[in-house]
């Protein structure tokens, strides 16, 4: 009954739209796809006179005519929609591109990765080590030779000299909820 009450409300393109839907086997939609359609619909039908009015006028001709929307739907179809080419020339264009060898595969099975240092795999830190000094302020041939800041490059290798060296580092002591 509310169906019958909605089909007498509704205009006269909605209902065509709707008929249209049904007729392509569309039976299941929300409401508000009527009125996209429509929207599509007269937004289409203003641009397609639009061009007619234009060709008209260059034309010379007061009124539009069946030529003009021909015309225009024309343009339309040919700038709006694009017709792939021939498979004549496709083929063509795909024997053209075959005749090229894909390149040789220079790894082994696998997926191949890039180096190391290109990767997020690597590490992408580093630890400052401290120097344990003594309690006396003795000068020693190391400490002469060590550098105030060194670079990261020099961290490195001040790291892989003695490969043993402990980090540690200080944990917060945690209070028991009571």
């Known amino acids: 009954m509310a169906d019958k009450d909605e089909e007498l409300t509704m205009p006269r393109d909605a209902k065509i739209v709707k008929f249209l839907l049904k007729s392509m086997g569309v039976e299941d939609y929300e409401p508000p796809v009527i009125h996209k359609f429509l929207e599509l619909w007269y937004r289409y039908i203003v641009d397609v006179l639009t061009d007619a009015q234009v060709y008209s006028e260059h034309a010379g001709k007061s009124e ?21 080419p021939p498979r004549e020339v496709l083929l063509e ?26 990767t997020l795999i690597g590490p992408n830190y580093m ?14 041939e190391d400490e002469e030779a060590t550098i105030p800041n060194p670079s990261p490059e020099e961290k490195i290798d001040m790291q892989q000299q003695d490969p043993h060296q402990r980090v540690s580092f200080p944990l917060p002591k945690c209070q028991k909820d009571k």
């Open 64 to 84: 539009i005519d069946c030529d003009d929307v021909k015309l225009a739907i024309q343009s339309k179809l040919n700038f709006s929609f694009s017709q792939p």
């Open 93 to 118: 264009l795909a024997q053209n591109r075959n005749k090229i060898p894909l390149p040789k595969s220079i790894a082994g099975p696998g997926i191949p990765l890039p180096p190391v240092p290109d």
């Open 127 to 140: 630890f400052g080590i401290p120097s344990q000094r003594s309690a006396e302020p003795e000068e020693t």
